[in-house]
């Protein structure tokens, strides 16, 4: 079909002629009578000029290789989990803001997005049909080896529960709606006017009375998290800090199973804690501060991975709360330190630095950020960075025990840079 | 037999016969993965890749429970994600590890960007280039925000950066979990950018 030569040029058309990427709609591709069209038009002439002169412009700014990366930059995985849709839309937000503004992770995201594609092209396709994989005794030789091996791992674990079935749901029963009956219907007018009175009333009064009982006899968070930080300082299982504790020494190190623990050697301030969350979190399961607090008391008792899924939850209902953010890194940290595989503790850490970095790039002073960046920086053997950090931390906390801890761990940290 | 079946059948039996039908059912997902990491950590070694398709099915199968875990029947998709992390998690290993040994440091904490390779930069910009696009930059995205509603401001910038600067394909950004948009949705928003910036950059003479 040819193009009406008096037509003005489509966005389409103009976005063919100022030679704009294949992928955005090319539209009709009549090319030559839109560039007619084009020469004897003032007015799209003017506008293809315009055009070109942009996307020339947008093809300068390119960028296609990973430029450095920076301390405030994710960890890597981040842009592959991305990618393959393993992110929550919430985390997914934060993250995208970041990769949009910078030429580190820009490109990685790119390349991430490239490889997680889920259309195979046919040249992939063709390919992958050469591959001896593709072939039967290949597939059935390489399965019996995987049902050995998942056989034995089965055999040494314990059985786990099986996965909630799509077809274990029975249908859902619908209640009969049951016509509304009233055994006041014909009394006289005192009688229905009275009954018409006392059954809001009576509602309104219990709800008063569960209030103030809910009210009087909801823990208070602030107490439970003082109790919480006393724990702390009692067990300090790690060396990261806790805000709002004070100082203890480190008594056990990470990666000691959690069931080895027993909880009568856990403290009494962290049980009592412990059922003051219990009791809120009945009345109130999704209250993230609560959840904050229940994450606090896991970390202390080894659960980490427990911990990482409710912060990341209180995370995505209080986006901006510094708290939680330190309390996120340091439960990946923690986490890091029990993971066997060194790439999932690499990514630990990372995501623990990210979280640091990010308290500190608003609030550069937060000491127990600081305190805890520099243990990350020494994991992550950046021995310069934790010199740096605990340098800075000494500079705003001269002088607690915390201090003498940050003066002595800043000492062996040159040690270990020199002897690098 | 459905997927939820299957991976029961393979994690909580280690049926050969379900391991088997797992290996022909994920074989196209995991060999694509493996075959566009490898190439972009720069090898065609169709050995190679054979090893490492081998390689990622023998880590699925090395924790069965973490199969089971990763499964949920509502959101069969996030496990394919899951499938094709570990895919190029294990191929982004080798190649750290290949990359390590050569360095001789034993270490295998290269980054990502360490081991794969990005398409050719189109030439080098001197300092004032790099001068003249930061601030042709800053001048963009002021128009651009100085245009758009507050509502989905932010998404629609995102979306013009990914496409402009990082070279992010339509249908690459529509996959992103806070996109919520169509390809066409996100061509949309790209041509409606344009269009703003057509027009205001024509007035003022930028570029």
Known sequence: MTRDPQAHLSPEELAFLSGERESVSSGDRDRQGAEVHAETCTLCGSRLRSHRLLQANLRNLAVTVAADQKPVCPPEQTWIDLAAGLSSVIEARTFLEHASHCDHCGPILRAASEIMNPEVSDEERELIRKLPTVETTWQRRLAEKMARSSAEQLHREPATPAIPSTTDEGPKTVAEKKPPTSALMGSNWLISNWARWIFPLGAAAVACVVFLYMWYFTPSLSSTNQLIAQAYTELRPFEARFMGAEYGPLREQRGESEQSRSRMAEPVELLQADERIGQALIRHPQDSRWLQSKARIEMLEGKYQAAVEKLVKAQSARSQDVTIQIDLAIAYYARAGTQRDTADKTSDYQRSLHWLNMVLSKNPDEAVALFNRAIVHKELKQYAEATSDWQHYLHIDPSSRWADEAAREMQKTNKNSETR | ?207
């Open chain 2, 1 to 207: 037999m459905s997927l939820d079946e299957l991976i029961r059948a393979c994690a909580q039996e280690g049926d050969a016969a379900a391991w088997e039908e797992f290996v022909h059912r994920f074989h196209e997902l995991i060999a694509g993965v493996v075959l566009r990491t490898t190439r972009r950590c720069g090898s065609n070694s169709a050995t190679l890749i054979q090893d490492l398709i081998q390689e990622t099915y023998l880590k699925i199968c090395a924790d069965p429970k973490r199969l089971l875990a990763e499964f949920t029947p509502q959101y069969p998709e996030a496990f394919y994600g899951y499938l094709k992390v570990v895919t190029s998690n294990v191929v982004l290993d080798y190649f750290r590890s290949q990359r390590s040994r050569k360095r001789g440091s034993g270490r295998s904490e290269s980054s990502i960007d360490e081991v794969i390779t990005f398409s050719e930069p189109t030439g080098t910009r001197d300092a004032e280039q790099s001068v003249h696009l930061e601030i042709l930059m800053k001048e963009i995205d002021g128009i651009l925000r100085a245009s758009l509603d507050a509502e989905g401001q932010e998404r629609d910038l995102e979306i013009f950066w990914l496409y402009y600067r990082y070279g992010l394909s339509a249908a690459a950004i529509a996959r992103l979990p806070s996109i919520s948009l169509t390809v066409k949705g996100v061509e949309s928003v790209l041509q409606r950018l344009k269009q703003v910036l057509c027009e205001r950059l024509a007035r003022s003479g930028v570029g």
